[in-house]
């Protein structure tokens, strides 16, 4: 974002929130300014550490307040991805994109493709329906990280459903028995496998077609490498 068009969208914001009885005091002023500063997707953390660093005494709440109030007035907008962490983007006018979202290094890009728009257009049509919005985020790797895949390893726990893997190694867990267990259900360094159901807590996956469930921090000792 230019700097014209960051002064612009800054003020047009205070004087809006100004118009409708919404008082903003320095600390607000300067969680708003440095939001509007930025061309990246933020999360609360970044924006309590940048607070934090410049010296401003400003609560969680007051964090909290600017950033509800962005998204209320159609300042901002939230996003969440695969790690469940909720980041705060622009909200332009008239504006719209896309994302993908790498699973590896959290590299998030945004892209807007007339094909992609126009056919899902086309899609809810044959059915009838009247599309008013949508959102849509893509998962997997990064150029630099799917490179480095068939090299490095990244838990079983970050492959998303639908992800295929191969297992590379198993690390220690509490007691003797952590290594052996797995083996037993079948998770061996080289066996293939299919994420079916990862939604933050216990993962169910198929390794050499048999369904079985671990806990999220079994699953997190578990080294792996992606399948294209």
Partial sequence: MNKSKHERILNECLEFLNANGVDTDEKMRSVIEFFFSLDHHVSFDEIRLFIKDKGIHASDIVIRDVLNLLVEYGFATERVFADNVARYEHLHIGEHHDHLYCLKCGTIIEFMSPLIEAA?????????????????????????????????????????????????????????????????????????????????????????????????????????????
């Fill in 120 to 228: 899902q257009l086309d899609e809810a049509r044959k059915y009838g329906f009247h599309p008013f919005s949508h959102k849509m985020q893509i998962h997997g790797l990064c150029k630099k990280c799917f490179g480095k895949s068939n090299r490095q390893t990244i838990p079983l726990s970050m492959i998303e459903t639908g992800g295929r893997f191969k297992v590379v190694d198993i690390g220690t867990g509490r007691g003797d028995g952590f290594r052996s267990h797995l083996m037993d259900l079948g998770i061996a360094p080289g066996c293939e496998g299919e994420m079916i159901a990862n939604h933050g807590g216990r993962i169910v996956i198929v390794c050499n077609g048999t369904r079985m469930a671990l806990g999220r921090g079994m699953s997190m000792k578990v080294q792996v490498t992606v399948i294209d």
